[in-house]
């Protein structure tokens, strides 16, 4: 079982920044979606749903279920500036793994935000009675490549010409798996 | 080959306190190497040892290191985790890891790192931290793998491996306290170091 009480908690980013980590909440709508909006074209194209439509995220919040989904947010103020999720599902052959899917804010990589999010799903893996952490990452995205090989994230499959960015253009998929202590 | 002890939540604090010799090479003060630069100061005739780097405080009028009270003017003071981070950098910076390091050499920083793993033991006692844990038994197993006395071709990486291993439980630590994770280079000054060519962050 997860333990919620820990939010809100702040993180210290290496320039000094201090920023809030707390579960997404139902009035976090506006906040998520201009998150969204400022995520440069050329990472959108890589994800799953389109998130530059408001009722994309209203959707989200109208269905929040934190055993299914837990959304963490990196607040500054009251600016979105990540937004990291644990996905999991209650039943079926896959109840013990856990997708996790980490987006940050422009102007807010290379602070080591992102491996600090990396960091905080695998404590909520960790607490959550599941046996592995699964991402999946395009292997043009170096960065959050290396964030989660940084936190013990091993590769376990790479996919070739797998998925589709928006405009059609074919790229390897990896899949980085993080096995669990229990 | 390296057994660690077992150990349980009773760590004293990072106070300053005196020291006997022999306790810098103790799980109470895991750091058997000391930042190069104070090894140039001149003696201040001190009882005392530098909880956090094990270094005795010393240095002069014009060359500093102590400061009053007795207290060194070290680098890891008042941050969180000191004496895990001094220990983390002694053994980072450490002769064991130069290209034409002795056998003798890597076998003390060989020793060093199963005292640096005893120290991360003794604080992770004290949370419940699984990731931590887990990077933590990840380094006891590189360790182990990596016995320099079998002339083990592959001890160098998997001493390295286990140095990577005890950096990500300290940053772990860190992170539970809200706090950015350690950066060994910010306190190369205090080692004979060269420089990395390049770092990066996500």
């Known amino acids: ?86 996905h999991r599902k209650r039943t079926g052959w896959k109840q013990r793994v856990g997708v996790v899917r980490v987006q940050i804010a422009p102007d807010y990589r290379h602070l080591g ?6 960091r905080e799903l695998r404590h909520l893996g960790e607490k959550s009675a599941l046996h592995y952490l699964m991402a999946e990452v395009i292997e043009e995205q170096a960065a959050a490549v290396r964030a989660f090989e940084k936190m013990g994230f091993v590769r376990g499959a790479t996919y070739r010409n797998f998925v589709n960015d928006q405009g059609g253009g074919l790229h390897n998929l990896l899949v980085l798996l993080y096995r669990m202590s229990s | 080959m390296y057994a660690p002890p077992e150990v349980s939540c009773a760590v004293a604090g990072a106070g300053m306190r005196p020291l006997p010799i022999a306790a810098t090479n103790s799980v109470t003060n895991p750091v058997a190497g000391a930042p190069s630069r104070w090894d140039n100061l001149g003696m201040a005739g001190t009882d005392y040892l530098c909880p956090h780097c094990g270094a005795e405080p010393r240095g002069g009028p014009r060359r500093g290191g102590s ?11 008042g941050l ?8 983390h950098d002694a053994i980072y ?110």
């Open chain 1, 1 to 86: 079982m997860i333990d919620l009480e820990r939010y809100p908690r702040e993180v210290t980013l290496r320039n000094g920044a201090t920023l809030v980590f707390r579960p997404m909440g139902r009035d976090d709508v506006d906040r998520l979606w201009v998150f969204f909006q400022r995520i440069p074209p050329e990472d959108k194209m890589f994800f799953r749903q389109d998130v530059s439509r408001r009722e994309a995220v209203q959707r989200w919040a109208d269905t929040l279920d934190y055993g299914l989904v837990l959304p963490i947010l990196a607040l500054e103020g009251d600016r979105v500036v990540g937004d990291a999720t644990l």
């Open chain 2, 93 to 202: 910076f450490g002769q064991w890891r130069r290209i034409d390091s002795l056998p003798t050499e890597i076998r003390r920083g060989y020793h060093r790192i199963g005292r640096h793993l005893d120290a991360i033991g003794a604080e992770l006692a004290c949370h419940d931290l699984p990731g931590a844990a887990r990077d933590l038994d990840e380094a006891l197993e590189a360790l182990h793998a990596a016995d320099p006395r079998e002339d083990a071709p592959d001890a160098l990486r998997l001493m390295d491996n286990a140095l990577s291993y005890a950096h990500r439980a300290i940053d772990d630590l860190l992170h539970e306290r809200g706090l950015p994770p350690h950066h060994p280079m910010d306190f190369s000054e205090w080692y004979d170091v060269v420089e990395v060519p390049f770092r990066d962050e996500w």
């Open chain 1, 113 to 118: 935000l992102g491996t600090a999010m990396v």
């Open chain 2, 80 to 87: 969180a985790y000191a004496a895990l981070r001094a220990g």
């Open chain 2, 67 to 77: 400061r009053p009270g007795g207290k060194p003017g070290c680098p890891y003071d």
